[in-house]
């Protein structure tokens, strides 16, 4: 086996000095010099069920890389628990998360010189803050998901963490009592994983094993089943064949990984957090996308998946009727996917899907025929306009009415918006807008899982939009519109909405209009003055000073 030049470096220094020591005290001996150095990045953590069961993984994965004659170093990075967040201030950390991850994992391996890097994570962030270090550093490297939580049950029904937001609205609209939002609670999430829709984390472990940064079926995989583990060995021997051919991140993360990636997502109706978290990586590893090119995939590619959080299955569904794969394929069949994509396999999609069949399995029905799609056209749908020069994403799976006008109801936090909702009032017809809760205004960009999950709860998904600077969960559904750019803390015209204008949100012109005259607004934008920073010191602070627009993906390090 030939060494990297990058942990060569290494071995050639400490010959020369007593650092050679340290690497010894950590289980190398004199035949370990010359085999690879990679990083294990752990995410492991008690904090949330998502990233409980990594640890196991990742002895699994060190055991796999020693067998393929490399020499592990494991190292541990954060996450935070969005679940157990959301709704509270803590939320403002969570995109924080993403590029503290990402940091973490190129400091550790650039500062040790690791010729490639193994990283495992679970919650929402994990999956594209590692993709974004893997981007940064283009040195070898897999990611390895921690898998999906398997669906809780109660009378009959399948629940997830969303079912217990959706509760709260039900029983402040009265529909439930507190005997049954207790059992709903104590349900809904049985054991280790991520939330088990088709919801952020779901979403962009899918979008990682569509790019070929994770091995095949992996990303639908439950995380207390053994196949899980499995897969994270053979994914510790792929990872060392790929450093032996120097397969990098830069011949995966192309523009047809990016375009492919989008497709599968419209087809399985994955989190609108996708738009976001695509857009960073794809900057960091210099490709050129944009926000428009989702609306240009979304026309194409039909939506055949019929999972949470609009839908009735979960991943663990997908995943028996044949996973991440299966969709590919059919889009493949349909020139829709690029099967010439490389994987950190060394295999194209199109030969690692040669076996998988061009139409979905009998007998069940979570993934649809093509000729019988759930909808015609993707989901996540890119709106422009007045309110949002720069563009906002909608998610319309599930939207009964797809043009909707109203009276604006403004709120300056998300708190005081689910606070009116669960006092009763909000009624049919509102456009609720929740502003300075962008990237740089929260700052952090938090989702709304609360208040959208109020709503549906209240029986007003119909009937009620939502517009913010903010973001949604990825089990969020209903009239919905986020990612408002330019935000309202930098003066874009969200900022200049008043109680009782009107907004027009149409998701087939794909607009949204506030219905105010040039002249107004510019009176409004001349009598508006920047809010002061709502941190002056710590993290968020300098995260505010720092983040892009969500429309170039809430990035931290532009030039």
Same mark, same amino acid.
């Given at each position: ?115 490639? $890097?193994?990283?495992?994570? =679970?919650?929402?962030? %994990? ?5 974004? #270090? !893997? *981007? @940064? ?126 497709? $599968?997502?419209?087809?399985? =109706?994955?989190?609108? %957090? ?5 857009? #960073? !990586? *794809? @900057? ?276």
């Amino acid at each position: 086996m030939q060494v990297n030049k990058r942990s060569q470096a290494i071995v050639e220094g400490v010959q020369r000095s007593p650092n050679r020591a340290m690497l010894r005290a950590v289980g190398f001996g004199d035949e370990d010099f010359s085999k690879p150095i990679v990083g294990v990045a752990s995410g492991y953590s008690t904090i949330t069920p998502c990233n409980m069961g990594i640890n196991d993984l990742a002895l699994r994965a060190i055991a796999g890389l020693k067998q393929a004659e490399a020499m592990p170093q494991m190292f541990g990075t954060i996450t935070v628990s969005d679940g157990i967040s959301m709704g509270t201030e803590g939320m403002k950390y969570s995109l924080v998360s993403r590029e503290v991850i990402a940091d973490s994992i190129e400091v550790a391996c650039n500062a040790q010189s690791m010729d490639g $890097v193994l990283a495992i994570g =679970g919650c929402d962030k %994990n999956m594209p803050g590692a993709a974004i #270090a !893997i *981007a @940064r550093m283009n040195i070898p490297a897999i990611f390895v998901y921690g898998g999906t939580i398997k669906p809780g049950h109660y009378n009959g029904r399948d629940l997830t963490v969303v079912s217990a937001f959706e509760a709260v609205g039900q029983y402040s609209a009265g529909k439930i009592d507190e005997e049954e939002l207790k059992n709903i609670e104590r349900n809904a999430c049985p054991g280790a994983g991520s939330c088990g829709g088709m919801y952020t984390a779901n979403t962009m472990s899918s979008a990682l094993e569509v790019m070929g940064l994770s091995l095949p079926y992996s990303s639908t995989m439950a995380a207390e089943d053994a196949e899980k583990a499995d897969s994270a060995e053979e994914s510790a021997r792929v990872l060392v064949a790929a450093i032996n051919n120097q397969i990098l991140p830069s011949q995966l993360l192309t523009r047809k990984a990016f375009e492919n990636a989008i497709s $599968v997502i419209m087809a399985i =109706g994955g989190s609108t %957090n996708a738009v976001l978290h695509l857009l #960073a !990586i *794809a @900057r960091t590893i210099g490709v050129d996308l944009t926000i428009d090119d989702f609306e240009t995939i979304r026309q194409r590619v039909p939506v055949l998946c019929d999972l949470k959080p609009s839908g009735r299955y979960v991943a663990t569904d997908l995943h028996k009727a044949g996973g991440i794969p299966q969709v590919m394929k059919m889009l493949l069949a349909h020139n829709l996917l690029h099967g010439d994509a490389l994987s950190i396999t060394g295999k194209t999609l199109a030969e690692l899907l040669a076996e998988v069949p061009e139409t979905p399995p009998e007998g069940q029905d979570v993934i649809r025929p093509w000729e019988n799609p759930l909808y015609k056209r993707g989901h996540l749908a890119i709106l422009k306009g007045n309110l949002a020069t720069e563009g906002a994403v909608a998610k319309i799976s599930g939207v009964k009415t797809p043009k909707m006008s109203g009276p604006a109801r403004v709120f300056e936090s998300e708190e005081e918006c689910l606070a009116a909702i669960l006092a009763g009032k909000i009624h049919a017809g509102d456009i609720i807008v929740v502003r300075y809760e962008g990237p740089k205004g929260g700052p952090g960009m938090r989702e709304m899982l609360a208040p959208t999950s109020a709503i549906i709860g209240a029986g007003l998904g119909d009937s009620v939009g939502l517009i913010t600077d903010g973001r949604f969960s990825g089990g969020t559904y209903g009239f919905v519109v986020g990612h408002v750019a330019p935000e309202a803390a930098v003066g874009g015209t969200i900022a200049f909405v008043e109680e009782g204008d009107e907004i027009i949100i149409d998701a087939e012109t794909r607009s949204i209009q506030l219905n105010v005259s040039d002249e107004e607004l510019q009176q409004r934008r001349d009598r508006w003055q920047p809010p002061q920073p709502r941190y002056t010191s710590g993290v968020l602070a300098k995260y505010a000073k720092l983040v892009s627009s969500s429309s170039l993906g809430a990035v931290t390090d532009m030039s």
